[in-house]
């Protein structure tokens, strides 16, 4: 790792060269500066991911707050114990048919990004603009504002019992939560065993409740089951919102090792495992809590645990706590990603395809999507947050699926490690439809914000993308305030 002085003697020679900003090293007048320049030479991220790294990392982005926070959504909108778990074995089901669809485009289009690298290769640039528009605006920062805000809600509600909890100490807790993002793949992979081990002691537990005779939650399955397509709809996208991260490990591929094997078998191993335990996660809960105790709680497993974990129940907030931040590293990890993958090709601002100098990093990116995740503190409602993230989430991950039909009728001789029958991608795309229709029918205002802020993007892209020749003044200043943000943050242009 080079020294601060180092570093600086290279950022020293930031200038711009063809509208470009660039990062060359100073005159090399001494051998520190020679070895400044010999470090720069290939700066680029590496394939450092295997694959218990890949697992944990779609284990990990998945098992956030959702399973903490969308059981008492599913319950609300399906009525019954029956139907709610039916819904969350389908919303598995459909993730998993959406991670294989990805194994295919992954293995196929072996670059980091994952729905917008598809989407752009199928569909052009405008399209993958929106994409990343909206999961820059809305999908990844309300992931994480939720995730963290469930962090905050678990973690003190220990201290304050049945009141509510203070906002004031939530917004502190979320700010700190996602200021402190500096962990790597092995602080992953601690995270997403110590919330896996939770979550097999709730289901121990739930069938321990169970073998004791304690069934009388779950002797008439069906009664009050809510059967219309809308209510069914919001049931699945507060399921679905608990699968979302399934396609997270596509945005790394460039930096797995082996991404050929890795990257499906990754996913044949994470989502049917992930699928199982929220299930029986599920049936403990009911098992434990009833119908009504699930629905009157804002903190579901602490809940589950001071029912009858006893003195031990204390450990919960501690395992939910790891599971979110673990799933909030997660998504930072992958998204950061996605966004230097875009500004790379073109499509950001260049700052934001940079990598930090000494921890070879995309730190610029981290900075901003970070910063917009503490904007999304303006609201405290999550399950609004979950529907404006699903809907539109579902709209963008609907294109990604159908880039992969539009390529085998437009490159049939795509290399394709692996092709899957026609009728996987097919059910998943019908499925995407379903989620995308269904809910303008319930909550078209939340819908249509969605879809507002994504066709949003349009002009942002014109103004922004395709406008080449803007003026001199703003050019002059933009490139100033690159080369000072590149100062700041010690980041560099990858060497390709």
Not at 107 to 118: E, F, H, L, M
Not at 347 to 362: A, H, S
Not at 399 to 423: M, V
């Amino acid at each position: 790792m080079p020294s601060s002085k180092t570093a600086s003697s290279i950022l020293n020679g930031i200038n711009d060269t063809g509208g470009r900003t660039t990062a060359t090293a100073a005159t090399p007048t001494t051998n520190a500066t020679a070895s400044a320049e010999s470090n720069t030479e290939g700066l680029r991220l590496k394939q450092r991911i295997g694959l218990f790294n890949g697992c944990a990392i779609i284990i990990g982005v998945i098992v956030g707050s959702g399973i903490f926070v969308s059981p008492k959504g599913v319950i609300m909108e399906s009525g019954s114990v029956g139907m709610s778990l039916l819904v969350w074995f389908s919303c598995g089901i459909f993730s998993l048919m959406g991670a294989l669809c990805y194994a295919e485009l992954g293995t196929s289009i072996p670059k980091s990004g994952g729905d917008y690298a598809y989407i752009k290769e199928a569909f052009g640039e405008i399209p993958a603009f929106l994409f990343l528009w909206v999961s820059l605006v809305i999908i990844n920062p309300s992931s994480n504002a939720i995730t963290a805000l469930t962090f905050a809600n678990y973690v003190l509600q220990p201290v304050f019992g049945q009141c509510d909890i203070p906002d004031a100490a939530v917004r502190l807790l979320l700010f700190i939560n996602c200021y402190n993002v500096s962990w790597a793949t092995k602080t992953q992979n601690v995270f997403t065993v110590t919330k896996v081990i939770a979550l097999l002691i709730i289901i121990i537990t739930g069938f321990v409740w169970l073998g004791l005779g304690n069934t009388e939650h779950l002797k008439h399955p069906w009664d009050g089951t809510i059967l219309n397509f809308g209510s069914t709809s919001l049931a699945f996208y507060q399921g679905i919102y608990s699968f979302a991260g399934w396609n997270y490990l596509n945005f790394v591929t460039e930096e797995l090792k082996n991404p050929y094997q890795n990257l499906p078998r990754a996913i044949y191993i994470s989502l049917p495992a992930v699928t199982l335990i929220y299930v029986f996660c599920n049936l403990a809960y009911f098992a434990v809590l009833g119908i009504d105790g699930v629905i009157d709680s804002n903190a579901v497993a602490v809940s589950f645990a001071d029912a009858y974990m006893g003195k031990f129940s204390i450990l919960m907030p501690i395992f939910v706590a790891c599971s979110t931040v673990g799933s909030l590293n997660g998504v930072l990890f992958a998204a950061s990603r996605m966004f230097f993958v875009g500004a790379r090709d073109g499509q950001l601002p260049e700052l934001l395809g940079m990598i930090n100098y000494k921890l070879v990093t995309p730190l610029p990116s981290l900075i901003v999507l970070g910063v917009i995740s503490l904007i999304m503190l303006s609201t405290t409602d999550l399950f609004l947050l979950i529907n404006y993230t699903a809907f539109t989430e579902a709209l963008m991950v609907a294109f990604a699926g159908a880039s992969l039909l539009y390529l085998r009728w437009k490159q049939p001789d795509l290399p394709r490690p692996i092709k899957l029958n026609l009728l996987i991608p097919i059910f998943f795309m019908i499925m995407c439809l379903f989620l995308i229709i269904f809910p303008f029918f319930v909550s078209p205002f939340e819908v249509i914000i969605g879809l507002v802020i994504t066709l949003s993007g349009i002009p942002v892209y014109f103004i922004g993308v395709y406008w080449k020749s803007k003026p001199k003044w703003f050019t002059d200043n933009w490139i100033k305030f690159t080369h000072f943000c590149q100062k700041l943050s010690i980041s560099v242009p990858e060497e390709t």
